[in-house]
């Protein structure tokens, strides 16, 4: 019973428009593993509401479309909770979500006056450009 009172308070809470506020966690996010072809990466979760519900929709299989030269993105079918930041620079390895319901995988750094919502890093970003390849990419996002 709990867990449906959770649930529907989150897809309540989710689908707004608006920037809600990160409630700090007591509980550990986690890592999760990221496979595109036959390589595997490790990402460490932020401690954030937007990482532990980008988690709780894992295992994930998304076709991830090039941008820019220097990430990938996908837009998903819900929204997840956000908290905009304009991060400045960003890292290769760095997995964020633009607005709302765009999960976007970087492989370049770079500096930029766009806001994200952090939801993980990826701990050892070597060879993630060549894994990901120039056109669309298929990444499996799974709990460790």
């Not at 428009?17 to 986690?30: A, H, N, Q, R």
Request: aromatic share 10%; hydrophobic share 35%; net charge negative.
């Amino acid at each position: 019973m709990n867990l449906i009172v959770a649930m529907m308070l989150f897809f309540a809470t989710a689908c707004s428009p608006e920037d809600k506020p990160l409630t700090p966690s007591t509980t550990t996010v986690g890592d999760i593993t990221l496979t595109i072809g036959d390589r595997t990466f490790t990402a460490t979760m932020e401690q954030n509401s937007t990482a532990e519900a980008f988690r709780a929709l894992l295992p994930l299989t998304l076709e991830m479309q090039e941008l820019n030269g220097n990430e990938k993105y996908h837009y998903l079918s819900q929204s997840l909770p956000t908290n905009h930041t304009k991060v400045g620079t960003i890292h290769a390895g760095d997995i964020m979500l633009y607005g709302d319901n765009c999960v976007v995988v970087f492989y370049e750094t770079f500096t930029t006056s766009y806001q994200y919502t952090p939801i993980g890093h990826i701990t050892s970003p070597e060879g993630l450009k060549e894994a990901l390849g120039s056109r669309t990419s298929k990444v499996i996002f799974t709990s460790q």
